[in-house]
């Protein structure tokens, strides 16, 4: 990944996107919907949203999260069709997104390429300005924003929460007499595991998606050490936790093979509680240890 400088001002003309998807894993999980904006001079010109068909039951969480349904998945478009569709859409243009990269992610896992568009985050951005914000969550923006927009989790309606907060985050930022802004590029290239961590490889990055989260490991991990993967999510800028997953957590990272068991009978006290805290509303997510590697690989 490289990054660019660029005048904040001058990002008029971008797409803003968002995806829902069946879990939180781009390795193992699917999208079920996705919507953008195509922004022309700072307005909006152009829209589009799809639902996405399916082979098998929604999980019940992604149910109460975001409302979809079986029957509205069952009438929903070809992935492959429709990831296309968005990549056509979206073109050369700058993507705006909160926690962007978990979206960036699942579309490169959906078309079996990385997406090499430069990118805002609109998280990362309110972080630099609003440091003393408990949350940073886009009901948060929405909240201190006073943004009307409805159908939180649900990825147009999300999209138009984005868009408007990408705005006001623009006019805070140069209040700040901020100009300019590096703008990460995702570059296309095999993720290798090393047999021997290197940490100097890795280094502070407020825009990396496990920034400023409460992380902790479980399961079997294959591709590290628990000592190691610990060690880098703190050089990154995560925050690791001990054993247990608590009311603070944001990321349960879980060995590959364990994974499969968060859908099904045999899942451990930590995933249990993790799902209910998730359908609590807190924001916790649960992904795998290569969706870890390809995290801290894209820093």
């Known amino acids: 990944m490289t990054n660019s400088e660029i005048e904040i001002d001058k990002i008029t003309d971008y797409v803003v996107f968002d995806v829902e998807t069946t879990g939180f894993s781009p390795r193992n999980d699917k999208i079920i919907e996705i919507g953008a904006v195509k922004v022309r001079n700072n307005k909006i010109v152009d829209e589009l949203s799809s639902l996405i068909k399916i082979d098998f039951e929604l999980p019940s969480i992604i149910k109460t999260l975001t409302g979809i349904s079986d029957e509205d998945l069952f009438y929903g478009e070809p992935e492959k069709e429709t990831l296309e569709k968005f990549v056509s859409f979206v073109g050369q243009d700058y993507l705006i997104g909160h926690n962007v990269k978990f979206d960036i992610n699942f579309v490169s896992a959906g078309i079996n390429r990385h997406l090499d568009n430069e990118y805002f985050d609109t998280m990362t951005l309110t972080r630099r300005i609003f440091k003393n914000w408990p949350h940073y969550r886009l009901k948060d923006l929405k909240n201190n924003f006073n943004i009307s927009e409805e159908q939180a989790h649900r990825a147009l309606s999300d999209v138009k929460t984005t868009y408007h907060a990408f705005n006001i985050l623009k006019n805070e930022y140069k209040k700040l007499d901020l100009n300019t802004f590096f703008v990460p590029r995702y570059q296309s290239q095999a993720l290798k595991v090393k047999d021997k961590i290197s940490f100097e490889n890795y280094h502070l990055d407020e825009t990396s998606f496990i920034y400023n ?70 924001d916790l997510i649960i992904i795998t240890e290569s969706d870890f590697l390809d995290i801290i690989s894209q820093h």
Not at 233 to 254: F, H, Q, Y
């Open 213 to 282: 989260k409460k992380i902790i490991f479980t399961g079997s991990l294959n591709k590290f050490k628990r000592n190691e993967a610990i060690e880098i999510s703190k050089i990154i800028g995560a925050i690791p936790e001990k054993n247990n997953v608590t009311k603070s957590t944001n990321i349960l990272v879980v060995g590959d093979i364990d994974y499969k068991y968060t859908k099904g009978n045999k899942e451990t006290s930590k995933m249990k509680k993790a799902k209910m805290l998730i359908e609590q509303g807190q």
